[in-house]
């Protein structure tokens, strides 16, 4: 039985059109559950994972050419007719991955003559050149003989590893993933290694300097510190103080990365640690046949895709958080908790609780573990989002008393709660990860490097809190409860009011990017920790969306939005950003708008004959603007979840008289 009103034909031949898409989505999703009751959707980026990935297996000895051909047809294909390429669909060209592509193609043969390669020299000296590169491009090229160690690289010490986790610029105030790939990168860049390609690229010198960054007083001091550094690094290396100890902290170091490694060979599931990981270790005298060498090796071939295209690089795997969407998705949209698919995701995902200590227990030393990761392997960085949505998505399909998911959703909650910053924000991965400092590096250019609260985090946590606690509907503020969780739930709400933005909407830390943080997360987890509908929060939200529809009814934002306020909520009509607006406008009680039936047609619309949506544009993030990602299951699950709350009324939605649910 659906919801949907029966008062004119138009209303049936949607609700008809509704369930027909309905029933096709969800058998399309069902197919394409893995027999041990995951799934996982491809994780596009952008051909600087596939450019990086020969130069390691030039570096390491190990490139084959039958390898190198594959990765070259993929980065050849990637390429703008202007020359450049760039770091997500429909994006300009970006200096930096096309000097590392065009690396990779002249590896691969092609020669600077040929047409597409004269381009994109051309475009690349016209932006700056190899000079203007980031910084991990520059350290890339130094270790295959392309640019001097010496020439506008910083210093990054192993010596790092002994400073205290309260100290500025020690490992432990950076974000997880940055944290990961500097202890690394110190390895490297003490060892300095140059293992020559068989050419150089001059013809990517623009040979003019390249414009800096503005600096403020911590800016200088900064690069005041480098420059000491600098200095340092410049004694003989069995010079008295630096030989004992660098030898102590290149052993420090090496133990670091050791004991981090994951069961699959990866380090915190993700491209970046895996590769300079397995650099570090190798320089440290580690062979190719090493255990620990070889599972990394093992690792990064488990991120490979390949097809007509040719072989592309993922640059993280995320079956957790796709299999926990997918159950949100099928549950809302009316499949039984009970169906045989739901019942092998539970217990699939339950057996991926995290249950060890990582690197959030160097600020929470007291908490148990629980929660989850996002990847197939990664026990030493759970992550909140994913434990939220786990919990949500376990307790949609039913977590029985005495059950292991009973079990495993307790943990988690006390996991989670103990993971809330001071400030009743939650990050991704640690708590109170907010350091000033690492942000004002002058030459650490490469996207986000601390984890502080972001509002689409705590929203899913305040959704999952309140549905945990319950709430009264009838209350405007949120009452300061007794117990440890609903204390949480109230700071959470209050930090998450605190952060809208002035034109009502949520900043997307996570996902692009003001449609995200408003459409699926902040509205539906304000409305489900009692706030009704005609909240002032609520209503600008809502009032912020309806100003963002496109004329087709649908939603888009590009990720120039985390660039240019310009593009705040503007771009391309997306199924998984219409779903999102979508699910924000049902969670405040608008089913009856025009805007939220123009978007369930838009969906319904542009349905594909196989039951699933197109959509190449990126709505992932890894770092806004920096780093980009393509979820492959989002154009699916989150189309599916809109109409399926859409037809049955599922999900968070006011529950105060008047409203139309």
């Known amino acids: 039985m659906t919801l949907l009103g029966e008062a004119t034909a138009q209303d049936n031949g949607l609700r008809d059109g509704v369930e027909d898409a309905v029933r096709r989505a969800t058998g399309w999703l069902k197919a394409h559950q893995d027999a041990g009751g995951w799934w996982k959707g491809e994780l596009e980026t952008n051909v600087t994972m596939d450019a990086e990935d020969v130069l390691l297996r030039h570096f390491l000895g190990i490139l084959e050419p039958g390898t190198l051909a594959e990765a070259a047809q993929w980065i050849r294909s990637n390429q703008l007719d202007e020359g450049p390429w760039a770091t997500f669909y429909g994006g300009p060209g970006e200096l930096s991955a096309t000097v590392e592509a065009y ?22 000296r016209d932006h700056g050149g190899v000079e203007a590169t980031r910084m991990f491009t520059r350290v890339w090229l130094s270790m295959v003989g392309c640019w001097d160690w010496d020439d506008n690289l910083p210093v990054v010490p192993p010596e790092l590893v002994f400073l205290r986790p309260n100290w500025p610029l020690s490992i432990w105030s950076f974000g997880c993933w940055a944290r990961q790939t500097i202890v690394a990168l110190a390895v490297i860049m003490a060892h300095r290694p140059c293992r020559a390609l068989p050419f150089g690229i001059e013809e990517l010198h623009s040979h003019r300097a390249p414009v800096g960054r503005p600096v403020d007083l911590v800016g200088r001091a900064l690069i005041t510190l480098d420059k000491a550094l600098h200095r340092y690094e410049a004694l ?51 062979p190719l046949d090493h255990p620990v060498v070889a599972a990394a090796l093992r690792g990064l071939d488990a991120f490979v895709l390949r097809d007509e295209r040719g072989r592309r690089i993922e640059a993280c795997q995320s079956p957790v958080w796709d299999t926990a969407l997918a159950m949100i998705a099928l549950v809302d949209s009316g499949t039984p908790a009970d169906d045989p698919c739901l019942s092998s995701a539970r217990e699939w995902i339950v057996g991926e609780e995290v249950t060890v200590r990582g690197d959030w227990a160097v600020r929470r030393p007291e908490l148990a573990p629980g929660g989850w ?34 079990a495993a959703c307790r943990r988690a909650l006390q996991w989670t709660v103990g993971m809330q910053s001071s400030d009743g924000g939650w990050g991704a991965f640690d708590a109170d990860n907010t350091s000033t400092i690492p942000p004002r590096l002058p030459f650490f250019d490469f996207g986000e490097v601390i984890d502080p609260p972001s509002a689409d985090v705590t929203a899913h946590v305040v959704e999952m809190l309140a549905a945990e606690t319950g709430h009264d509907p009838n209350e405007r503020s949120i009452i300061e409860r007794s117990n440890g969780v609903k204390v949480a739930l109230d700071r959470g709400v209050r930090w998450l009011l605190a952060s809208q933005e002035p034109d009502g909407s949520w900043f997307g830390r996570w996902g692009v990017n003001y449609v995200y943080g408003t459409g699926w997360a902040a509205l539906p987890a304000l409305v489900e920790a009692g706030l009704p509908a005609g909240d002032p929060a609520i209503q600008a939200g809502v009032r912020w969306l309806l100003e963002h529809q496109n004329k087709d009814g649908g939603w888009g934002e590009d990720l120039r939005s985390y660039a240019e306020p310009g593009w705040r909520g503007r771009g391309t009509s997306t199924a998984s950003q219409t779903a999102w607006a979508l699910i924000g406008l049902l969670a405040a009680g608008r089913r009856d708008d025009q805007a939220t039936r123009a978007g369930v047609e838009w969906l319904v619309r542009n349905q594909t004959a196989d039951g699933t949506w197109d959509e190449p544009w990126y709505t992932g993030e890894g770092f806004p603007w920096d780093f980009n990602l393509n979820y492959h299951l989002y154009r699916h699950v989150f189309p599916l979840t809109a109409l399926g709350r859409y037809l049955l009324g599922t999900g968070p939605r006011p529950k105060t008289p008047g409203t139309s649910l």
């Open 236 to 286: 003989p290396a069995r010079s008295w103080p630096k030989r004992p100890i660098r030898a102590a902290a290149l052993r420090e170091a090496e133990r670091w990365i050791v004991a981090r490694q994951e069961a699959d060979g990866s380090w915190g599931g993700i491209q970046p640690p895996m590769v300079y990981s397995t650099i570090a270790l190798t320089l440290q005298g580690y």
């Open 373 to 406: 990761a996002f990847e197939f392997e990664n026990v030493h960085y759970p992550d909140i989002d994913d434990t939220a949505e786990v919990v949500i998505a376990l307790r949609r399909v039913g977590t029985p008393a005495g059950s292991p998911a009973e």
């Open 103 to 124: 690396v990779a193609l002249r590896l691969a043969g092609d020669g600077v003559a040929e047409p597409h390669m004269q381009r994109a020299a051309a475009w690349a």
